[in-house]
């Protein structure tokens, strides 16, 4: 994401008619006028292939049926957007295939797709257009819950940190959006599985003080650098032994945003080796930022 005022590519919001859609829009329509950004409203419409073969035996009238009801919920989202933000430019879209399919040639700025909480067997079985969205698209995606009030100033924006290049934009891109919306921001830093490695196999001659102490002085250099560029956004930090799938979802009951990095494995791998990333996208309590 870009810390710039002048912005030329638009939040897009994936729009379904769901509540969970009618938030994403409203939260994108909030941020967008705080940032000067358009907005540009998509709704997809299947191809033929994806409802089998009645979208012909009919002459077309499903896929037509599937563009009004499209239109509306378009025509819907764009008036809630008017209202709430008039200064907002908006621009609704109909697409042919999947979101996925359509995000991973748009120019965006971030992706906005209402979300709840899924199965993973499920998503591996069926199919998940959030995993694929996900998957496919170029800029950070943010997947946001109704479950709790991510507009709440006192939940904080939670950021996972280890060091890497996925994670450092992750934070800048946590302290970004902390920026625009005032809110604090928690970074965090697991690494229970990374201090015992090659430490021998008896824990009782380890010094678990020198070590907490050590991984948590990391972490405080580690995000002072970035930090200096959103002096004001009030920045935290915690650094546990846990792992950061257990951390990271413990810590969502608590937060407004997680916000992560991906390192941009496909979707099947991804769910099979547990990655942080798509395990959040199922079980977080809170809206969840994945940032490539």
């Given amino acids: 994401m870009s810390n710039s005022t002048d ?39 299947p191809e033929g292939d994806w409802y089998g073969s009645a979208a012909f035996v009919d002459g077309g009238a499903l896929e037509r049926d599937l563009r009004a009801i499209g239109r509306k919920h378009l025509a819907r989202a764009e008036a809630a957007i008017h209202h709430a933000a008039p200064e907002v430019s908006v621009e609704t879209v109909t697409a042919d295939g999947t979101i996925a399919s359509y995000v991973s040639n748009a120019g965006a700025e971030l992706v906005v797709l209402g979300s709840r909480k899924s199965s993973a067997l499920r998503d ?58 005032g809110a604090p921001v ?15 196999t008896g824990f009782e001659d380890v010094d678990w003080v020198s070590i907490r102490a050590h991984e948590q002085h990391w972490l405080d250099r580690h995000v002072e650098t970035v930090h200096e560029k959103y002096p004001d956004v009030a920045l935290s930090t915690v650094s546990s032994q846990s792992s950061p799938t257990r951390g990271l979802r413990a810590m969502s009951a608590s937060a407004s945003m997680i916000v992560v990095g991906c390192r941009g494995r496909g979707a099947f791998l991804g769910t099979i080796l547990g990655s942080v990333s798509q395990n959040l996208v199922h079980h977080a309590d809170c809206s969840v930022l994945i940032v490539r």
């Fill in 7 to 45: 912005r030329i590519l638009p939040i897009l919001v994936g729009i379904d008619g769901s509540s969970e859609a009618d938030a994403a829009a409203h939260w994108a329509a909030a941020y967008a006028a705080k940032v000067r950004a358009p907005v540009r409203l998509v709704h997809a419409v």
């Fill in 124 to 181: 591996l079985t069926l199919g998940s257009n959030t995993l694929r969205v996900v998957t496919h698209a170029q800029c950070p995606v943010l997947l946001m819950r109704t479950a709790v009030d991510s507009a709440d100033p006192a939940r904080p924006i939670v950021v996972g940190v280890d060091g890497s290049e996925q994670s450092d934009r992750a934070l800048g891109a946590a302290l970004e959006i902390a920026h625009t919306l």
């Fill in 186 to 200: 928690v970074a965090v830093n697991y690494w229970g599985f990374a201090a015992q490695a090659g430490l021998g």
